[in-house]
């Protein structure tokens, strides 16, 4: 079946302008991530839903990103007036409930990413 | 807070010999998943193998397997027979049991698989 897709693939910016990067979650996934991929700071989490439940945003790195999920489903995050620090991959990833247990499965399903640069 | 790190940024093997790639994390916690992953440069994370820490076992997967010592708090993955397809980043992962699930990553190893 058809896995995570995420788009655009690349997004050239100029600083100081919006972006909007979306992320469709393999169907049926109740969880859904987003991550940074940066050279200065490594892999990190940004941002965590799950079903109707209120957003873990513990990691997001600034009042200038913020995410939403419409309909448990694509997901869009949005980095207002960008910095060139903003520049790097953004990863999407989801997960579905075990099916066993119920309980969130511990593997994440990843996409392949939006390289963003910030001119 | 948890913390993962992996101290090789990058690492070298020859074709069907075996490399062993290191990761060291520090928790309070009992119980959770460490996982590895595999980046090619499609950027596409793969989960090559996952271990839970109340299992004294430590998991396998066909070539890859991993040396768990929870009392050092010590992940090591090893890749037997490496293949030029082996040849990616990898990162060493940590995840809580409970909570939402997200993954803390190492810096993450850059493997070199030399024909």
């Known amino acids: 079946g058809a896995g995570v897709s995420q788009s655009p693939s690349n997004k050239v910016t100029e600083k100081g302008k919006d972006v909007e990067l979306r992320c469709d979650p393999i169907s049926g996934h109740t969880a859904l991530y987003w991550y940074r991929q940066s050279l200065g700071q490594g892999l990190e989490f940004l941002i965590y839903?799950?079903?109707?439940?209120?957003?873990?945003k513990s990691g997001l790195p600034s009042d200038r990103f913020s995410a939403e999920r419409t309909g448990g489903s694509v997901s869009t995050l949005t980095i207002q007036r960008t910095q060139q620090e903003d520049s790097a991959v953004y990863l999407c990833a989801s997960s579905p409930r075990s099916s066993s247990s119920g309980s969130l499965s511990y593997e994440q399903y990843f996409g392949p990413g939006t390289r963003l640069t910030v001119t | 807070a948890q913390t993962v790190t992996q101290s090789q940024p990058e690492m070298s093997v020859q074709e069907a010999e075996t490399v062993t790639l290191s990761c060291t994390y520090d928790t309070s916690e009992s119980d959770y998943y460490l996982f590895w992953y595999k980046q090619p440069p499609s950027r596409q994370m793969i989960l090559v193998i996952r271990?839970?820490?109340?299992?004294?076992q430590n998991a396998t997967e066909n070539r890859f397997s991993v040396n768990f010592q929870k009392a050092a708090k010590s992940f090591s993955l090893k890749i037997s027979d490496s293949q030029l397809g082996d040849a990616a980043m990898y990162f060493c992962a940590y995840r809580r049991l409970s909570n939402t699930g997200k993954l803390i990553f190492g810096q993450g190893t850059t493997l070199q698989v030399k024909p």
């Open positions: 271990q839970e820490a109340y299992k004294q």
């Open positions: 839903f799950q079903g109707n439940s209120a957003p873990d």
